[in-house]
């Protein structure tokens, strides 16, 4: 008797899947019975699947629900709502709402690294689908400058780094950890947006670094700088403020004119605080 699970069978009504091989064979057929509804629910309204969360990543755990994006026709799309349970997400979205990338600091913001890396199972839009869902997750040069000018990422990182050191010469141990500790999440914009990438989720940083290296950020200098900042080490800072100016020099050689080191150097003799000031007009 065919295996209705068996996604060669031919008797299993379940449209054809790209399924990422480590997925488990319990959540396999639990993605394939979220298609098979929508598909008898939508027909050719239903356009593509992407999968999420842990287990698109390989991280799921014993406790992981099924975190999924059903892309339908706008009409199809506006007369359904999220459903959770503690097995599935299942995310009903529209092709139009997908096509739209929201700015930094928007409410639309914090869910574009969740499509980061995402698996598109099923695809019936010739490949529209995979290149919007990766859009979603990459950060265009005038992004960058959006979100690390605009919107301070790159100032407000120098601002805690300076604040922690400033605290450590003058001897305030908590300050100087405080300051360190708010500085990661300022940091880790700047990083990721001049890597023309959208932060992501704490969960997944280690993920993400170690599978998908960021250029000049090796995983394990990256982390260890992170955790060393966290604790408020001053030598951590400092290093990473040498990297973040080569990351901007790096991605000023790009532009007519200089933008990202400007900001740097508007703090002027303050720098001294977090190394060697060096030849500007050389940076």
Known sequence: MPDPTDPTDPTDPTPALDLPPDLSSARAELLREVVRR????????????????????????????????VVLGDEAAAGRSTVRSRALDEV????????????????????????????????????RLAALVGAQAAVSPAETLEILVDHD??????????????????GRSLERRLDAAESVPWLLDTVFSLAGRVRPYH????????????????????LDLVERTLDGDPAAVRETYSRVVADCRRFDAS?????????????????????????????
């Open 38 to 69: 929508n598909d008898a629910a939508h027909g050719a309204d239903l356009l593509g699947v992407v999968l999420s969360g842990s287990a698109a990543r390989g991280m799921a755990t014993h406790r992981s629900d099924l975190d999924v994006y």
């Open 92 to 127: 009903p979205l529209s092709l139009s709402e997908l096509e739209h990338v929201p700015t930094f600091g928007s409410d639309g913001w914090w869910y574009r690294w969740s499509f980061a890396w995402a698996p598109v199972v099923l695809d019936r839009t010739g490949g």
């Open 153 to 170: 990422r790159l100032d407000g990182w120098l601002n805690y780094a300076y604040r922690s050191l400033k605290s450590d010469r003058d």
């Open 203 to 222: 969960k997944y940083l280690p993920w993400e670094l170690e599978r998908h290296p960021v250029p000049g950020w090796p995983a394990a200098v990256l």
């Open 255 to 283: 532009l007519a004119e200089p933008v990202l080191l400007p900001v740097v150097e508007d703090w002027g003799e303050e720098l001294e605080v977090l190394g060697p000031v060096g030849d500007r007009a050389g940076w």
